[in-house]
């Protein structure tokens, strides 16, 4: 008799010994059971016995005085889980009692015996033989200075961050004088910015307007030296710096020793602007009056820091809130540009940490579907940390004023790089909401929201907002560094906003290059004021 299996298991053919042709087939296909099925039951059965073994071996370790056999152990590790009930703890009930128990913190200040590091703690643990009760005790005392310690470690990160972001880099000042002096002193520093011969350009909509409102002369050298390189038409460029009174000379100096030609530069101090000299300014007397209530309100840095309740973020966020940024008129001022460029339909408002990648004449093709507002939104991308902002992580939702107007889970949209279309802002009530938001806030105390000029934007550009792509503007590299050179280095345009500005110490070397790579540290200017690289 001869026994022949096919290929595929599927059929069993068996032969008589003599010859004959007569055969019995037998399918076994059609009982559903096959050789392959047959050899998955035999290996999943194998991987049963070998699992059953892990967990009996493992309870036999964790349970030295518990005697059982192999089945009971199974039934002990499996029974539980079937019947949905959880396993017992083997961790002792007065570990949990000590561990919830309330504990003066101020008792734990000057105490010698209390292990700085987890090696001393074990070895306190191995030599004393402790039993549950004080392995707990001193488990939390160890935990609980570790906690204290950590937070003050981070407020005073914290506020020596605000300290310097705060603070005037002494090579800027040096710059500001040196440039001061210069316009004093040499004819060529005082030249009209532009001729004459240019000036016609300033309301001429064929052209690409830009406007930069900024304080910093290097930091708007910046911007635009990387608009004009990286423009594929810089014939058509018009920008608008405007800055204050004490930096209008040395802003001019600058760029009329340092022309971007052929773009087209335009230096305007705000009392050069006939809107702004003619009766009460808005944002003037908001900024005036939000000085005087956070002074009140805030205390102080030292005030801030004091406070042992808060958690380190929120001392954070209200260090952050006495930035002079914050209340400095050229944060504001946006929310006035169709009354500085009555002449204009259209600008693209840069802020001065950002930095220019690309060409940005394409910006002007882009159809803002009757919005005013061009921005890049802030609640969906790759970077989670970055691209996760809500109007919830600006205003207060816990005062009934923000509740009942707006939706926490609505997407917010950066500053920053923004496509303003001024003929529909002036057919808007855009300003003023923005005014009475802010006159608002002041009114509660700062409780609507804590910082910035962000949140009452968020509000009064609110439904007037056109989202853009985000290669346009590239956001968070100036407080946190997760975002990685090559990722930067192809977005059109990166923006340093947070604390570590790429002028200051503090900026985050591996992306500060990127900023850098605009300045002409041969400079006379830059040499004599030691500003350097790195």
């Known amino acids: ?45 194998t ?60 008792e734990l ?50 506020l020596y961050r605000h300290v310097a972001s705060s603070s005037i880099p ?62 594929l038409r810089p014939q058509r460029i018009v920008l608008h710096i405007i800055t204050d009174r004490k930096t209008y000379y040395p802003m001019q100096a600058w760029f009329s020793l340092h022309p971007l030609s052929p773009a087209i530069i335009e230096v305007k101090a705000l009392h050069h602007f006939d809107w702004f000299t003619k009766g009460k300014v808005p944002v003037l007397e908001a900024m ?18 004091a406070n042992a309740t808060e958690k380190p973020n929120v001392v954070a966020s209200k260090l952050q809130a006495l930035s002079p940024k914050y209340n400095s008129v050229m944060n504001h001022i946006r929310i006035n540009l169709p009354e500085l460029f009555p002449s204009l339909d259209k600008v693209v408002f840069l802020d ?39 109007l919830k992580s600006y205003l207060n939702f816990s005062h009934p004023l923000i509740s009942k107007n707006f939706d926490p889970n ?14 529909a802002w002036r057919k808007t009530n855009i300003s003023f909401t923005y005014h009475y938001w802010v006159e608002q806030n002041i009114k509660s105390d700062l409780s609507l929201w804590q910082l910035g000029t962000l949140p009452p934007g968020l509000i009064a550009f609110h439904g007037h ?19 990685s050179f090559t990722d930067a280095e192809n977005a059109g345009v990166i923006h340093f906003n947070g604390r570590a500005k790429p002028w200051l110490e503090i900026a985050f070397p591996q992306l500060r290059p990127l900023w850098t790579k605009y300045v002409n540290f041969s400079d006379k200017f830059i040499k004599s004021c030691h500003i350097r690289a790195s």
Not at 34 to 44: A, D, G, I, K, Q
Not at 74 to 83: A, E, H, V
Not at 378 to 388: N, P, W
Request: hydrophobic residues 40%; negative net charge; charged residues 25%.
């Open 288 to 305: 005036e009056k939000d000085q005087k209530v956070r002074s009140q309100f805030r205390g102080g840095s030292s005030a801030i820091v």
């Open 109 to 158: 200040q000057g105490r010698s015996d209390i292990p700085q590091t987890l090696e001393e703690f074990m070895t306190e643990v191995k030599d004393g033989g402790y039993d549950a009760e004080t392995f707990a005790v001193k488990l939390r005392e160890m935990v609980i200075l570790m906690e204290q310690r950590t937070r003050t470690a981070k407020i005073q990160e914290y």
């Open 465 to 483: 907002v056109h989202i853009i792509d985000p290669f346009w503007h590239m956001l968070g590299l100036g407080y946190q560094e997760n975002t």
């Open 410 to 423: 609505e997407c917010a949209w950066a500053y920053g790089m923004n496509i303003f279309d001024l003929e």
């Open 352 to 390: 001065d940490d950002i930095v220019i990648q690309t060409d940005l004449s394409p910006l002007w093709d882009i159809d803002l579907n009757g919005k005013v507002n061009g921005a890049v939104e802030t609640c969906s991308g790759e970077d989670s940390f970055v691209m996760s902002k809500r």
């Open 47 to 106: 991987f049963l016995v070998r699992f059953a073994f892990v967990l009996t071996a493992v309870d036999g370790i964790d349970g030295g005085d518990n005697k059982c056999s192999t089945i009971g152990c199974l039934g002990k590790k499996l029974g539980p889980r079937i019947l949905g009930r959880k396993l017992e703890s083997n961790v002792p009930e007065v570990i949990y009692q000590v561990l919830d128990e309330p504990i003066d913190k101020d």
């Open 170 to 231: 002494k090579q800027l000042h040096c710059l500001t004088l040196r440039l001061a002096n210069e316009h004093t002193n040499n004819a060529e520093a005082r030249l009209q910015l532009p001729s004459a011969e240019l000036v016609p350009a300033l309301v001429d909509t064929n052209y690409f307007h830009f406007v930069l409102a900024s304080d910093n002369v290097l930091a708007a050298s910046v911007v635009a030296t990387s608009l004009v390189r990286n423009s």
């Open 1 to 45: 008799m001869q026994l022949q299996i096919s290929p595929s298991l599927r059929h069993v053919t068996v032969l008589p010994g003599k010859g004959l042709k007569e055969f019995i087939k037998v399918n076994v296909a059609t009982r559903r059971v096959s050789y392959r099925m047959l050899f998955y039951s035999l290996l999943f059965c």
